[in-house]
């Protein structure tokens, strides 16, 4: 972790943080994309064994970096929600059923 001088040099580091999050959401998303053409069914869209993995994992990865796993379980909950729901979406748009 970067060692910083000054508040100036803080905003500046988590503005690069801010904008390399939005795009590793951004690459997750179309992968999302992808994903819905490799699926049969609605419930494999949701995918609810595969959502709780995900979710036990990056919860042990916010304890192992020491940050809350609340905040992290609550972040991610609102991301996979709504990634499940756009798929939900590109999956009926494409009349698979």
């Known amino acids: 972790m970067k060692k910083c001088n000054s508040l100036e040099e803080v905003r ?3 503005d690069i943080i801010d ?3 939005v ?3 951004s690459e997750r998303s ?3 994309h992808q994903a ?3 699926k049969n069914s ?3 869209v949701k995918a609810q064994d595969r959502i709780d993995d995900i979710m036990q994992r ?3 990865k916010a304890i192992a970096l020491n940050i809350n796993p609340n905040m992290i379980s609550e972040l991610f909950t609102i991301m996979i929600d709504e ?4 798929e939900i979406s590109e999956f009926r748009n494409d009349n698979v059923f």
């Open 12 to 14: 500046k580091e988590i």
């Open 42 to 44: 609605v419930d494999e």
């Open 23 to 25: 795009e590793l959401i």
């Open 58 to 60: 990056v919860r042990t």
């Open 30 to 32: 179309h992968l999302i």
């Open 83 to 86: 990634m499940v729901e756009m």
């Open 36 to 38: 819905a053409a490799f």
């Open 19 to 21: 904008n390399n999050l």
